[in-house]
């Protein structure tokens, strides 16, 4: 069944067709979904920023250059490289890491997709974004023919692109501890001192517990609650900054010249050096920004940022340097952070809504990182992984209890094994900054080779914002011993995981691939294949674009018998994030027409959603009599005629997209039987609408639960043999569709080197026998589903 995006992304798609009432209403919705982590860094920047050295202090140079960090930071990274920049090199309407990695593959021919194809490129999303840009010149092309031409560049560009995704799974394991913790820590401030500490942590982990546990219900129910959450936590925290300003210190704008930066590091030295660590986590969360673009728009994202989000955290944090400026003799003031800023008579309620916002802010990362697994899922880059959609509306909210369960067993290790904000920061830091270096690397790549602009440019890009995040870089890891090794730790298991799934599912393809059956072998079975054909369609599924499956041989040699219809079907990725439904299927010929042998591609986005139903089964079907109809190219000559035929294939869409295409119809047999018999066996031609249409119908078998039919246009015409093939095609439907899975087991070669055997025999087999197999990640009925074992010695 073909899924279209979902409400958000429908609503950004035909932006450029509303008012203006739909551009505010998605900026305002993208409050409770881009922005919720972003928003409660006030709870934790300052504290995790003054945990080294700055109660230390007598004056407020320390408290204004930090405040001068926090604006200059906010003011280029998120305002002005996401913003402004990043958020331009969208993937048709996209974003993410993935996007970047595939934009680079359809423009530099740097995929790691093993079973790509020319047909690929014709798809009219493919290269859309390039149309009426010119081409690529001097340095520019040098550049991208030595990214085609290097393997190890095109696997250095791969690996890149995994750290980032790792890291921000990472980040999904510590910013829900992080953020939940440092909004919790404002019982140290409301209740007494003695007993706050026994109760941070449990109430942490009970909170914890229960947003993973409510993971599989999806935010549909509860998502619109979302933004006016954010939306009232902005309010409050500028409010709060604004109340601090006149009150405590009306001077403290003079802290946004750049010359208290360079005034802070000149004085604390090394120590301020470190406390950058805590600084950049001021932007944690902008890279939900570009991640969450496919939900919205650019412009809605761009004024939620620019008019709400920018403008309250700048007050908010010049609110607590305003307090701290007054306060800094205090140890307390230090040593609690946001909530000491809070008058006292507003702390409960400040509280309860900073958890909220808090628990807001970790939905959008949870939720973050599932998709960016099933991503990495469907390029081969993550084992299979059960995926429950948890909306029929916006399907782009789904949830993997194998991973949301893995994540809270984390989030409550770094809880329970860190208590307190400084490590988490450091973690979290290390993290966050990871993922933006990525960002800007991939970016320059992408100006030069998508965007089509000059070398330089692209090295002026990567110069001004790589010293940048370099420099934050540098100074969270440098704490590696203190909490940032924590991030380093898992990003290494993923990152180690994914390299291995996605070696394996190479050497497996590639083996595939050199041992493959080619028609040759199948035509010289004779004309009628020596083999018992049973009724029914028979779906072979497989990762090959062009021949017979080596598993289909190792079958038939076994088993000489095979449905009347074979289908070999190859449900393949390409790199874009959706397939238009009328270039979904391609569909050709194996071998003459009368061997009913056929090939079918099916195609989707790495974000399309590929559900095998009984839609399903109708749209595969209905494609393959509509290329009966239209696209029967005839495969009638010698053996080499036939080979060289094999690779040509007929782009068809679903039912959906041809309203003027073959229907096919299932009822049951005791609603039709009470018909009669004749209406089985006569041909008519009903009126629908202004065209005529004729019903191809077979004769009625008693027993048999469901009758299907066809209804074909009149016009144009179909030959004689075409309807023999439709009649066929019908019957075998009606006599039900079995699935033929290939269940390989894959050892190294003999001679092998150990670093092989290792990966291959114990990582990539220990991760398939843990993972979900095909039928299962498919939901393919178990009494229609036969496996076909196979030892694959690669």
């Known amino acids: 069944m073909d899924l279209e995006p979902g409400v958000y992304q429908n609503q950004a798609k035909s932006l450029q067709r509303e008012s203006w009432k739909t551009v505010l209403t998605l900026a305002y919705q993208s409050l409770g979904v881009v922005y919720g982590d972003l928003s409660t860094s006030p709870l934790y920047v300052y504290k995790s920023a003054f945990a080294e050295d700055i109660e230390h202090s007598e004056t407020n140079e320390e408290i204004y ?81 030595t990214l085609e031409r290097h393997r190890v560049l095109q696997r250095f560009l791969l690996v890149l692109a995994l750290i980032g995704t790792c890291m921000v799974i990472g980040d999904g394991v510590l910013t829900p501890a992080l953020s939940v913790f440092s909004a919790v820590s404002g019982l140290e401030v409301v209740i007494s001192q003695q007993h706050h500490k026994y109760i941070e942590v449990p109430v942490t982990c009970i909170i914890l517990i229960g947003l993973f546990a409510l993971q599989h219900y999806g935010t549909h129910k509860v998502g619109f609650l979302f933004a006016p959450i954010v939306l009232m936590w902005l309010f409050c925290i500028s409010s709060i900054g604004v109340y601090n300003i006149f009150r405590w210190n009306p001077h403290v704008f003079r ?86 800023s809070v008058p006292e008579n507003l702390r409960w309620p400040v509280l309860v809504i900073a958890i909220l916002a808090a628990v807001v802010g970790s939905q959008a990362i949870i939720t973050g990182t599932f998709s960016i697994i ?72 992408i100006i030069v080779l998508c965007w089509h602009q000059s070398v330089f440019l692209a090295i002026c890009f990567i110069v001004f914002f790589g010293t940048i995040e370099a420099l934050y870089f540098s100074a969270s890891l440098i704490k ?39 028609i040759n072998w199948l035509l010289s079975l004779g004309p009628s294949l020596g083999i018992v054909r049973v009724r029914g369609i028979g779906l072979v599924h497989t990762e090959l674009v062009s ?102 294939m007929t782009v068809v869409g679903t039912c959906s997209t ?54 074909v246009p009149e016009s144009p015409k179909i030959d004689t043999s075409a309807r023999e093939e439709l009649e066929e095609l019908m019957e075998a439907r009606e006599a039900g569709i079995a699935y033929i899975l290939g269940h390989s087991y894959m050892k190294a070669k003999q001679g092998s080197s150990m670093m092989k055997k290792l990966v291959i025999n114990y990582g990539y087999e220990f991760l398939r026998r843990n993972s979900r197999t095909t039928s299962y990640a498919f939901s393919l009925p178990h009494a229609s589903t036969l496996e076909v074992g196979m030892v694959y010695h690669v």
């Not at 003011?75 to 680079?104: M, Q, R």
């Not at 469907?378 to 299979?384: D, E, N, S, T, V």
């Not at 039709?672 to 004749?678: A, F, H, N, Q």
Request: hydrophobic share 40%; glycine share 8%; net charge positive.
């Open 65 to 145: 250059g930090v405040l001068s960090f926090v604006f200059w930071t906010l003011t280029l990274v998120p305002l002005l490289k996401y913003v402004f920049i990043v958020l331009k090199a969208d993937d048709n309407g996209e974003g993410g890491t993935f996007a970047l990695y595939s934009l680079l593959c359809r423009h530099a021919r740097v995929s790691s997709l093993p079973n790509c194809q020319v047909a690929d490129e014709e798809i009219s999303d493919y290269k859309k974004d390039s149309i009426g840009l010119a081409p690529n010149t001097g340095l520019g092309s040098s550049l991208k023919s």
């Open 480 to 518: 590696f011993t203190e909490g940032a090794w924590v991030p380093v730790a898992l990003s290494a298991v993923f990152l180690i995981v994914m390299h291995v799934w996605h070696y394996g599912t190479l050497k497996k393809y590639e083996f595939d691939l050199q041992n493959k059956v080619s």
């Open 547 to 648: 021949g017979i499956p080596a598993i289909f041989s190792h079958f038939v040699t076994n088993l000489p018998a095979f449905h009347q219809v074979l289908v070999f079907l190859c449900i393949k990725r390409v790199p874009v994030p959706y397939v238009r439904p009328e270039e979904r299927f391609l569909v050709g010929h194996i071998g003459p027409k009368e061997y009913r042998l056929y090939r079918c591609i099916v195609r989707y986005g790495y974000r399309d959603i590929h559900k095998d139903d009984i839609e399903f089964e109708k749209d595969l079907v209905c494609s393959i009599a509509e290329f009966i109809r239209f696209g029967n190219v005839g495969c009638n000559g010698t053996i080499e005629d036939l080979a060289k035929d094999e690779d040509k």
């Open 255 to 340: 802290a946004l010249s750049p010359y208290y930066m360079f005034q802070f590091l000149r004085k604390t030295e090394r120590g301020g050096w470190m406390s950058l660590g805590g600084i950049l986590l001021c932007m944690t969360g902008s890279e939900a920004m570009f991640a969450d673009l496919g939900h919205f728009s650019q412009l809605s994202i761009k004024i939620a940022f620019t008019s709400v989000v920018y403008p309250a955290l700048i007050l908010a944090y010049m609110g607590q340097a305003a307090y701290l400026s007054q306060h800094h003799f205090s140890e307390k003031a230090f040593r609690i952070g946001f909530y000491v």
């Open 658 to 711: 041809n309203a003027e295409g073959i229907r096919m119809r299932e009822e049951d047999v005791s609603n039709v039987e009470s018909v009669g018999t004749s209406e089985f066996r006569e041909i008519n031609s009903p009126s629908v609408g202004t065209s005529e249409l004729r019903e191809i119908k077979s004769p009625p078998v008693i027993k048999r639960r469901k009758k299907v039919r066809f209804i």
């Open 374 to 445: 099933k991503q990495c899922s469907a390029l081969g880059c993550f084992p299979k992984v059960k995926i429950v959609h948890t909306s029929s509306k916006v399907h782009g909210q789904i949830y993997i209890p194998e991973i949301n369960w893995i994540l809270m067993l984390l989030c409550l290790a770094v809880t329970i094994g860190f208590r307190d904000t400084k490590r988490m920061g450091n973690a979290s830091g290390l993290a966050v900054i990871t993922v933006m270096l990525v960002t800007t690397c991939l970016m320059s790549l």
